[in-house]
């Protein structure tokens, strides 16, 4: 063995045993996790601090929220305070937010207008934010998280996997091609939907909109949105299959706003639009 070797495993050992002690620490000031979230550990004694575990080596949503709190620093996201694996897991702790998570929140007592101009506010400055030009650079530029892996992929979803990453992709065109069916079809035979597909520019998207992850302040107004695990550089009209897929996490006025009284700008809903037809043979649902 050389003298390298030596050195190296008592120092592998050693950090082993602190990344041990620390996950520890962290555990005993945690309550037991919710059966509905069960990676997710609220800190005791009202310390607004939050733990997720991931099922896997790297944390997409440590490397969101590093992202973002350097590029947006003002957006009502938590804040990241410590990142690190243990085992065969990530753990990633962040701030907690307040507010009551919208899905708890009846139509009789959400005023939605006010709400969802908030929510707006917030997509739009993500979508302001610029990419990295190495992303393109890498040709990675689609479907990539903050640290250039991939993203939750819905062709996966179908089949139940939710922790498997798909991307990144050097182009819309590819990424298109692994969620369409009729993708190479339609490119010679609706070049109108490919065209719009295409058309639609790379921004930055939080890929789980869902109604627990919209946070309401008690003014009834947004006080915050969690969950960025699924969140990266995705076509604008991604962030649409949510806010317009009604379901279990989805639904009642907040739903109904998204399908019938809000529209986005022209480019975004032709994309939208393109995705959804039945000649594209879209693998749905997106997120």
């Given at each position: 063995?050389?003298?390298?070797?030596?050195?190296?495993?008592?120092?592998?050992?050693?950090?082993?045993?602190?990344?041990?002690?620390?996950?520890?620490?962290?555990?005993?000031?945690?309550?037991?996790?919710?059966?509905?979230?069960?990676?997710?550990?609220?800190?005791?004694?009202?310390?607004?601090?939050?733990?997720?575990?991931?099922?896997?080596?790297?944390?997409?949503?440590?490397?969101?929220?590093?992202?973002?709190?350097?590029?947006?620093?003002?957006?009502?996201?938590?804040?990241?305070?410590?990142?690190?694996?243990?085992?065969?897991?990530?753990?990633?702790?962040?701030?907690?937010?307040?507010?009551?998570?919208?899905?708890?929140?009846?139509d009789d007592e959400l005023d939605v207008e006010p709400l969802a101009a908030d929510?707006?506010?917030?997509?739009?400055?993500?979508?302001?934010?610029?990419?990295?030009?190495?992303?393109?650079?890498?040709?990675?530029?689609?479907?990539?998280?903050?640290?250039?892996?991939?993203?939750?992929?819905?062709?996966?979803?179908?089949?139940?996997?939710?922790?498997?990453?798909?991307?990144?992709?050097?182009?819309?065109?590819?990424?298109?091609?692994?969620?369409?069916?009729?993708?190479?079809?339609?490119?010679?035979?609706?070049?109108?939907?490919?065209k719009a597909l295409e058309d639609d520019p790379i921004v930055w998207v939080h890929?789980?909109?869902?109604?627990?992850?919209?946070?309401?302040?008690?003014?009834?107004?947004?006080?915050?949105?969690?969950?960025?695990?699924?969140?990266?550089?995705?076509?604008?009209?991604?962030?649409?299959?949510?806010?317009?897929?009604?379901?279990?996490?989805?639904?009642?006025?907040?739903?109904?706003?998204?399908?019938?009284?809000?529209?986005?700008?022209?480019?975004?809903?032709?994309?939208?639009?393109?995705?959804?037809?039945?000649?594209?043979?879209?693998?749905?649902?997106?997120?």
């Amino acid at each position: 063995m050389s003298l390298s070797s030596y050195l190296t495993a008592p120092a592998a050992a050693l950090q082993g045993v602190a990344v041990r002690a620390k996950l520890g620490l962290y555990l005993l000031f945690t309550l037991p996790p919710r059966q509905a979230e069960p990676n997710t550990f609220f800190f005791r004694f009202g310390i607004p601090i939050v733990l997720k575990r991931t099922q896997r080596l790297h944390s997409t949503e440590a490397d969101a929220l590093r992202f973002l709190n350097r590029a947006a620093p003002h957006l009502p996201i938590p804040r990241l305070l410590d990142s690190f694996v243990a085992g065969s897991d990530t753990y990633t702790v962040m701030t907690r937010l307040p507010g009551r998570p919208l899905i708890d929140i009846s139509d009789d007592e959400l005023d939605v207008e006010p709400l969802a101009a908030d929510v707006l506010a917030v997509l739009y400055q993500l979508w302001r934010i610029p990419q990295p030009a190495e992303f393109a650079q890498r040709k990675a530029a689609v479907m990539a998280s903050a640290s250039g892996h991939g993203l939750p992929h819905p062709a996966l979803r179908i089949y139940g996997n939710f922790e498997d990453l798909g991307g990144p992709y050097p182009s819309i065109e590819a990424c298109y091609e692994t969620i369409c069916l009729e993708y190479m079809k339609a490119s010679h035979e609706r070049p109108d939907l490919v065209k719009a597909l295409e058309d639609d520019p790379i921004v930055w998207v939080h890929g789980d909109l869902r109604m627990q992850n919209i946070l309401v302040g008690e003014d009834g107004r947004l006080s915050g949105i969690v969950d960025w695990e699924d969140s990266g550089w995705l076509p604008r009209q991604w962030q649409l299959h949510m806010l317009r897929h009604p379901g279990r996490t989805c639904f009642g006025a907040w739903v109904r706003y998204w399908l019938f009284d809000f529209r986005f700008d022209e480019e975004v809903e032709r994309g939208y639009s393109a995705i959804m037809n039945k000649d594209m043979g879209s693998v749905y649902p997106f997120c």
